[in-house]
């Protein structure tokens, strides 16, 4: 056998044994909708936009598609609304909505916060509002004798109807006999996925503590049923432990007595009072990060800063940028990516461990695009 037909065979061989060529993994991309809405939002969400390219980039398995939408104060006063009539459409492909906030100095806040964040989260059905807690690495929290594993909870606010349901009406304005009417709406439909969803979420937790807020002593048809649903629901998780208390009683709870408490839910509300109360506890209202949640992923979730519009601050650079990072990893893990989630999460642990990284709320001289330059750098 001569030389040619020895390479040959050779060649063929080597063919016969090669592993086939796979083709690359598509990288995921997620379509993300940003909306700044108004004040220190268009600081913060921006920046939100800024730490989620550079996770990407570290990643390498996947990519954001940002849209933004330019909805807020200054769309109003253009167009007499806060976000088009069909803006939930142009949203509704969406994997996850990045939020800022919703407020302007010179329009009503009725108007901002009914014609924009609440129009999302009605529209969506983002029933689940989903407020975690604790004091971060380097923050010095307010109360005395509490810790990080003494504060470290998970506040669950029903995002429907309750207090917030819209429903009510004024009459005969202007004239001493004008009247006004609020009406806080609760279904059993409603009362029961929200204290369902906050049982399962305690359940995932390792305490599996859940305490349920009421004021039933004082609102004695809807709060008792509140009441009644949380005790049916109860009997689906004995293996969660769960209390009751009433919702001032549960403001002192939360001073005096922190660590008995882990994961909570309450009315729409009765929460979203606890949960500012629970920022500041744990160091500022600027790092506490929120997520307005449809459970049964029918649409788009929605996250968010709890800070709010802050007019004082807005536009000078010296907004606290954290909310928006920790809500970019509760969007992280809703979209199933918790390990990028985590690496986030460690990256903002890494600079609120640092005080010459810490804004003017938490006590420090560092601006915005410092704590984001910071963070992009522990992810890169």
Known sequence: MNAKVLLNL???????????????KPMKTYRIATIPGDGIGKEVIPAGQQVMAAL?????????????FDWGGDYYRIHGRMMPDDGLDALRDKDAILFGSAGDPDIPDHITLWGLR???????????????????????????RCGPKDLDWVIVRENSEGEYSGVGGRVHQGHPIEAATDVSIMTRTGVERILRFAFELARSRPRKLLTVVTKSNAQRHAMVMWDEIAAEVAREFPDVRWDKELVDAATARMVNRPATLDTLVATNLHAD????????????????PTGNIDPQRRYPSMFEPIHGSAFDIMGKGLANPV????????LLEHIGEPQAAARLMQAIE????NPAL?????????????VTRAVCAALA
Request: proline letters at 5%; a positive charge.
């Open 10 to 24: 050779y060649h063929r061989q080597i063919q016969a044994h090669r592993k086939p060529t796979l083709d690359p």
């Open 56 to 68: 990407a980039a570290a990643s390498g398995s996947f990519r954001f598609e940002f849209e933004n």
């Open 118 to 144: 609440l129009k999302i989260c009605q529209g969506f059905d983002q029933y689940a509002n989903v407020r975690p807690t604790r004091i971060l690495p380097g923050i010095d929290g307010p109360l005395k």
């Open 273 to 288: 009072i606890l949960s500012d109360l629970a920022a500041a506890l744990a160091g500022s209202l600027g790092i506490a």
């Open 323 to 330: 909310g928006t990072f920790w809500s970019v990893v509760m």
């Open 350 to 353: 890494g600079v609120t461990a």
């Open 358 to 370: 810490h804004t003017g709320d938490l006590g420090g001289q560092a601006r915005t695009v410092d």
